[in-house]
């Protein structure tokens, strides 16, 4: 359970990366950003599809995994971790508006390296859309000082309360919706 290097699939975390850049893939889309009709589409398909892909993965694969009992020694929120993403393709966005085609074309690089960093990184559960789906994100805390950063509908996890857990890899787990207090 505790072995760092198990990661989740890269198709999870290629999806669930697709679900946190939706919102600026669906504004590239609608504006037409890039003036190419099937780029356009492709950026609409990508955002559906990791939104849709996402709640899936959590609502139907990740309650039918085995859950394993954690014991929370501190609890802390983690809301900024999706603030933070959003900044990320905050700025590019407003470029596009106002840039020239090679302007906008760059940004498209960077946007795909940042896409990049973030999967290498294991920060694809700095999602927004998960944010504005109800979930948030808990560093908690154990007794051997090591930490797991929990995926969950729940508004406060308590010091010392054992709750059932989903592990998605390294020290990212899921609290499915049937375990939670």
Known sequence: ????????????R????????APLLVLLAVLDSFHVP????????????????????LTRAVPRRNAVPETIHTAKPREGEALK???SYVV???????AAAP?????????VLIA????????????PVLAALGFRIFELGRADRGFLLVIS??????????ILLVPLGGYIYVQPKEHRP
Do not use: H, K
């Not at 290629?14 to 850049?21: D, Q």
């Not at 590019?92 to 106002?98: L, R």
């Not at 990049?116 to 999602?127: E, I, K, P, R, V």
């Open 116 to 127: 990049l960093l973030y999967l290498q990184g294991d920060m694809y559960f700095s999602n």
């Open 92 to 98: 590019p966005f407003f470029v596009t508006t106002s």
């Open 85 to 87: 993403f959003f900044a």
């Open 14 to 21: 290629v999806i669930m990366l697709s679900a946190a850049y």
């Open 38 to 57: 099937w780029l356009r589409w492709l950026f609409a398909g990508v955002a559906v599809a990791g939104v849709l892909g996402t709640l899936l993965f």
């Open 1 to 12: 359970m505790r072995n760092a290097a198990f990661r989740p699939s890269l198709a999870v």
């Open 103 to 111: 302007a906008r074309w760059g940004l498209l690089i960077y946007l």
């Open 153 to 162: 509908r729940a508004w406060y996890l308590a010091p010392d309360e054992t």
